[in-house]
T-cell receptor, first 107, second 112 residues
Framework: GIQVEQSPPDLILQEGANSTLRCNFSDSVNNLQWFHQNPWGQLINLFYIPSGTKQNGRLSATTVATERYSLLYISSSQTTDSGVYFCAVITGNQFYFGTGTSLTVIP | DAMVIQNPRYQVTQFGKPVTLSCSQTLNHNVMYWYQQKSSQAPKLLFHYYDKDFNNEADTPDNFQSRRPNTSFCFLDIRSPGLGDAAMYLC???????????FGQGTRLTVV
């Protein structure tokens, strides 16, 4: 099956810092999403981004499908950004998660 | 306006006692998914329905079954829960063809 790897696995930032999270996938995909999992376990949709670049406030994402990777940018990080970030890829009707990046933002 | 609703949010069951988790959706999506997420791990796909067509992942244990009586509802049945089945169970929906997926809040299952 398709392999989805995220890096880095863990990240600690000072509040106000910027960061880039990466998602690599091993095969062609129909689509890709980025999620933030909050401390209560709920997955929050951040971006649905099969290709190109999207921005939402301090967050933006870029997917280069032909090179099989996606990037999530977090600018001016806040403590509320802490949690686990997952990318998930879609092939046909199957939806597979990456390994996740655990982000901790320190005041 | 919750779009994907899972019940209950927390479930405690006894070792070996059958348990059912439910998921409902108001999006009229034809694909529904069930995931298992254990602590500090990524969600793992158990199975999905495309309309009434059931698609089981190859490594999903036989202990896990699912029912989809109509478009709106999907159930996860664990026939004989073991301690290793304690996890967060997540339901998601999407339209066919890999469109954006929406997740419920999850059910956290404890096995005692």
């Amino acid at each position: 099956g398709i392999q989805v790897e995220q890096s880095p696995p863990d990240l600690i930032l000072q509040e106000g810092a910027n960061s880039t999270l990466r998602c690599n996938f091993s095969d062609s995909v129909n689509n890709l999403q980025w999620f933030h999992q909050n401390p209560w376990g709920q997955l929050i949709n951040l971006f649905y981004i099969p290709s190109g670049t999207k921005q939402n406030g301090r967050l933006s994402a870029t997917t280069v499908a032909t090179e099989r990777y996606s990037l999530l940018y977090i600018s001016s990080s806040q403590t509320t950004d802490s949690g686990v970030y997952f990318c998930a890829v879609i092939t046909g009707n199957q939806f597979y998660f990456g390994t996740g990046t655990s982000l901790t933002v320190i005041p | 306006d919750a779009m994907v609703i899972q019940n209950p949010r927390y479930q405690v069951t006894q070792f070996g006692k059958p348990v059912t988790l439910s998921c409902s959706q108001t999006l009229n999506h034809n694909v529904m998914y069930w995931y298992q997420q254990k602590s500090s791990q990524a969600p793992k796909l158990l199975f999905h329905y495309y309309d009434k067509d059931f698609n089981n992942e190859a490594d999903t244990p036989d202990n896990f079954q699912s029912r989809r009586p109509n478009t709106s509802f999907c159930f996860l049945d664990i026939r004989s829960p073991g301690l290793g089945d304690a996890a967060m169970y997540l339901c998601a929906t999407s339209r066919a063809g890999g469109t954006e997926a929406f997740f419920g809040q999850g059910t956290r299952l404890t096995v005692v």
